[in-house]
């Protein structure tokens, strides 16, 4: 995302008199522009040195806000919905959002269980968790090996692929598909759709139409011949969700979960490949592959960060003055090398989920078993069947693209020995009981 009123990233501009920044007595440093997509751990580390726990900041569109550090200040906003709130509505700045601002498709407030509070939060994220909650974990786990198991065999002949292309993006959207109710042959294209809007590019706005469309006509099938998707499930729900709002609940599921897992599922399978500690580990018996997800979940978040909360009065984070109406960016990323909570990078976190990467408090990631569950049979499925798959670049000529929110591979290669295709069994998809008072 890059604005063309807006400093380059490291630049330092005037801020206005009554700017996060104006009252921190310092510039504003940008989280966009060459050195945020090149270096975001660098910049995150300057600012904590400068600033500490909490630090002001410029966002696309000469936004100002305060980008939170720190690993305890982060759980304290998270989790404290009375003084920062996800309701976009008390910003001061909300206004100034025209629908081409870099921000609006993040931050305009829209009928989401990610933009309320309290009850009426329970009641929209009671819908999405309670209609998950309905499908077999089993069949779930079942369907991403059938699934890893084709897109294997489009290149296991070859010796060679891109796990970006080839297999992380693809994996978690046929998954995703499934359960939401969406045709298979809409992946390729929603998957496409959902790279333009992490883009911040020119297409973000028609890619997000694309996707809307997929998902209006979903809810149209699903009011006329209900099945045993994610979204039948929804328009059963005792909460009584209108279109408007199921429809804009399936495209946060949609779009979240496959962001999330597209990354864990290549970051985890690159530092399987490159680094030695691991891939011992995993082949020792020292460590599970799950354990491997939430390390590289510590150190590699999909999100690095997340916008955003709103102070609703008056407060003090970190002896940083927040006024009424400022808005907070919670540093994902950041937050999990804080090092208050971890001195010392290099030693490893097994057992440990109190990681920051699926958020914390009321908002926590309604689908982060999901995710796991994709990562984690995905990658397995990946080394059953190519054993000896190793990556066919060095790590220093791996390439990343950063936004605000994302910092994710554009490639990873991969050689191994070629491999006869061998598809896995097919499979009906399971759905479980529904919980006590879900149904109408």
Known sequence: MTSPHSPSSGEVSSP???CPAHAAGSGLRALFGPRAETDPMGLYAELRAEYGPVAPVLLPGDVEAWLVLGYRENVEVARNHYLFSRDSRIWREHKRLTPDHPLAPLTAWQPLCSFADGAEHRRLRGTVMDSLARFNHRGIRRYITRSADDLIDRFCEAGKADLVEDFGEHLPMMVMAQLLGIPEDEGPALVEAVREMFSGSAKAGEANEY?????????????????????????????GLDDDSLLQHLRLVLVAAHATTASL???STRVLLSDERFRGNLQGGHMRLPDALEQVLWDYPPFITITGRWATTDTMLADQQIRAGDMLVLGLAAANTDPAVRPNLSAPVIGNRSHLSFGAGDHTCPGQHIARAIADSGISTLLRRLPDVELAVGQSELTWHATLLTRRLTELPITFTPRPRGVGDALVWESAPAPAGAGR
């Open 16 to 18: 206005p008199p009554g």
């Open 211 to 239: 996707i809307t469309t997929v998902l209006g006509d979903l809810l149209e099938r699903a009011h006329r011949r209900p099945q045993h998707d994610l979204a039948s499930r929804m328009i059963e729900h005792a909460a």
């Open 265 to 267: 599922i290549v970051d």
